[in-house]
């Protein structure tokens, strides 16, 4: 058995949750930046034609017949911040210890994300296209896809800092306010998403 | 007070039933001890660097005489390739200063602890997993236009997995650099290292999201349409800017911050003119800009003068800046030796020789990008690699040299550390520079066979592969004399020496 004097305390991190969020919101953001930059390009080296009256160049990227249901595309739009309020809502209860309206709050948001999901495969389904389709097609799937991730990981993160609420971690503040800025990031990243990919197309 | 119990009876059983080695395994593959795990990301990088020096070696001999010696099946050659720019780069030049990063940075900041050891540990695990799918898929016949389409698939995920651990790892850096430091350590008071961990971490956060972002598309693409981008054919096209410049400059930033780190200590002086040295390692940094919109700009002669203005000017931001803030670190450190009491150590010939390497390595890049020398596509690309890479490295053993006494309580033998870093340097010049030499000669880059150019050719490959294997021994001796001083050198006090 050995006897030893009492360790230093160690320098309590400030706000490492929020920091890391920060850094990873950042580099999810690059990625999407990175396939939006992508997706660009290869819309810009599509082929054009001129219209039938002659008057009107048109770009041939996305191919004839595919529609975009834009309903269900700019439901998305307005949810995502809803999704954010709701972030915030838990941040502004945790800051008061609410505990109920923030495990509510962060209930909500995880619920959100699940909306976002649903429209995002009633997207899919609506349009009807396949994966191999085409370039248009398969660039499509893999931008929104992406996008689908991250949300995904908001629900995650949602859902943990939801249980932590609900499991009495009354000091969880650097949780939810990373929480909410990961909801932010998202409403950044997809509103750049919704207007390259559902309506410049 | 604390009783701190060991277990006595615990371990004496374990080495009795003989599972003690396999405890101590178990406890190595599962620590969360920043030590453990950089020293993890350092033997790992190190072991890689020696197999690709020797893929180096094989290549060179056959660039010798491309039409006699045939030591690769000619249709392996693009796998091969392939598997020595990402080991060049992400098994070797990016993972060993992680690892060193990591298992230093917070002794340097006053942190107990790496933030999230687990992060950094899942990064170190995905990473050499992700090492691990690139080489069973290129050797497997996958990769950039390989013939086995489960494989090339492998090789994007092996590629993605990698990307991922060492993202993982330098998240774990940075925010522990912008959260844990020490009460009253602000961020322009962190040594040059820890600051040049801070900028590299951010650099590369900000730049690979955008290669696994291309990775998102390609993978898509070659399991479904294979229309966009080439099959595999096209995966070079699309990756290969991952593997050069710009986006090596990002992983040598912290080489700079070793240099920055060891020159005042061997001087036995306060660095002079601080805020210049951060300035410069930030400047580095920069390459970030490059890398992530996957451009290098180059000057173009033709056109406009408003064209030619405009060339010149992208040029200098993407390509002129990070060789400005090389030259700013190489200064100061000569600046700390003129105003200091120097004392030559290995640590600092070894940071010193690297970074000069690289500023060769960042001023190639530099006539590289000028289109009027036509070096594009020439192995001078190669050349300017391998600088970049091989004085990383130099660098890398300076850092384990001078921190040694922290992470294993044990000094290295100063006298051979000088001996092998000369052997580096021979190494490094006669692997890189006869490829710069080559490349204004037209010898293609990626190939081995289809080149016969006018001059001492076979010249020029003879000498690299013996830069080639000279590095080799460099990286064999220093592991050797590490070990050595681990089972036998002087033990000394933990603290850090800086």
Redesign the interface.
Same mark, same amino acid.
């Given at each position: 058995?050995?006897? $030893?004097?009492?360790?230093a305390p160690?320098?309590a991190?400030?706000?490492?949750i929020v920091? $890391?969020t920060a850094?990873?919101s $950042? !580099?999810?953001f690059?990625?999407?930046?990175?396939?939006v930059?992508?997706w660009l390009k290869?819309r810009a080296g599509a082929p054009t034609r001129s219209s039938s009256d002659g008057l009107k160049v048109i770009k041939d990227w996305m191919p004839a017949g595919i529609t975009i249901p834009e309903v269900a595309a700019n439901v998305m739009l307005i949810t995502f911040p809803v999704g954010a309020l709701m972030a915030q809502w838990a941040v502004y209860s945790a800051k008061r210890d609410d505990a109920p309206h923030r495990s509510l709050a962060l209930a909500i948001s995880f619920v959100i994300g699940l909306a976002i999901v649903n429209a995002q495969i009633a997207v899919y389904s609506q349009m009807n296209i396949g994966?191999?389709?085409?370039?248009f097609?398969?660039?499509f799937? !893999?931008i929104t896809?992406?996008m689908l991730l991250l949300v995904v990981g908001a629900m995650a993160f949602s859902l943990v800092a939801f249980f932590r609420s609900v499991g009495g971690r009354d000091n969880d503040q650097d949780v939810v306010n990373a929480h909410a800025f990961y909801w932010y990031f998202l409403t950044a990243a997809f509103a750049v998403v919704w207007f390259v990919v559902y309506v410049q197309k | /007070?604390? %009783?701190?119990?060991?277990h006595v009876g615990a371990a004496s059983h374990a080495q009795g039933n003989g599972s003690a080695f396999v405890v101590s395994v178990g406890q190595w593959i599962t620590s969360t001890d920043h030590k453990k795990i950089g020293r993890l990301f350092i033997g790992a990088s190190l072991l890689s660097a020696v197999l690709v020096a020797v893929l180096g070696v094989l290549f060179g001999l056959e660039r010798v005489s491309p039409a006699h010696m045939q030591i690769f099946h000619g249709d392996a050659t693009p796998q091969l390739f392939s598997l020595y720019q990402f080991g060049l780069v992400f098994a070797v030049l990016a993972p060993l200063f992680v690892g060193i990063a990591i298992a230093v940075v917070p002794l340097q900041i006053?942190? =107990?602890t790496i @933030?999230?050891p687990r992060?950094a540990q899942f990064g170190f695990w995905a990473w050499l997993f992700g090492s691990l799918m690139v080489d069973i898929s290129l050797i497997g016949n996958g990769g950039p236009g390989g013939g086995a389409t489960d494989l090339v698939d492998l090789y994007l995920l092996g590629v993605a997995l990698a990307a991922v651990g060492i993202?993982a790892a330098s998240?774990s850096i @940075?925010?522990s650099i912008?959260?844990? =430091?020490?009460?009253g350590l602000t961020l322009d008071q962190l040594s040059a290292f820890s600051w040049s961990a801070l900028t590299g971490s %951010?650099a590369t956060?900000?730049?690979?999201?955008? /290669?696994?972002?291309?990775i998102?598309?390609v993978y898509?693409?070659h399991t479904? @349409?294979k229309?966009?981008f080439g099959g595999n054919k096209g995966i070079s096209t699309y990756l290969g800017w991952s593997l050069s410049q710009p986006m090596t400059f990002v992983f040598v930033v912290m080489a700079l911050g070793v240099l920055a780190e060891v020159a005042p200590v061997t001087a036995k002086i306060k660095q002079p003119m601080r805020p210049v040295v951060l300035t410069g390692i930030a400047l580095i940094s920069t390459a970030v800009l490059g890398a @992530?919109?996957q451009s290098a700009h180059l000057i173009d002669w033709a056109g406009t003068n408003g064209d030619k203005v405009k060339s010149i000017l992208l040029h200098s931001i993407f390509n002129g800046v990070p060789l400005l803030g090389v030259l700013i670190v190489v200064l100061t450190s000569l600046l700390c030796l003129k105003m200091g009491t120097p004392r030559v150590t290995g640590a600092f010939v070894l940071a010193f020789l690297g970074a000069i390497m690289i500023l060769v390595g960042v001023a190639g890049n530099m006539i590289y990008t000028v289109k009027a020398t036509s070096l594009e596509g020439t192995v001078f690309s190669e050349g300017i690699v391998l600088y970049l890479v091989y004085g990383g490295l130099l660098s890398a053993l300076a850092a384990l040299t001078h921190w040694a006494p922290a992470l294993w309580g044990r000094v290295i033998n100063d006298t051979k550390v000088i001996g092998l870093a000369l052997i580096g340097l021979l190494g490094t010049v006669l692997a890189a520079f006869p490829l710069y030499i080559a490349g204004f000669s037209k010898q293609p880059a990626d190939t081995v066979v289809g080149f016969d150019y006018k001059g001492p050719m076979a010249l020029w490959n003879i000498l690299s592969t013996l830069g080639h294997g000279l590095f080799i021994i460099t990286v064999i001796g220093f592991v050797a004399l590490l070990v050595d001083a681990i089972r036998q050198g002087t033990p000394v006090s933990q603290e850090v020496p800086a």
């Open positions: 058995m050995t006897i $030893a004097l009492p360790a160690a320098p991190p400030r706000r490492q920091v $890391a850094l990873a $950042a !580099s999810a690059m990625i999407i930046m990175g396939m930059a992508m290869f994966l191999a389709d085409g370039k097609q398969t660039m799937y !893999s896809g992406t | /007070m604390t %009783i701190i119990d060991n006053g942190s =107990r @933030a999230f992060v993202l998240l @940075a925010t912008l959260t844990s =430091r020490s009460s %951010i956060l900000l730049s690979l999201p955008v /290669m696994i972002g291309t998102v598309y898509v693409d479904n @349409a229309l966009l @992530a919109t």
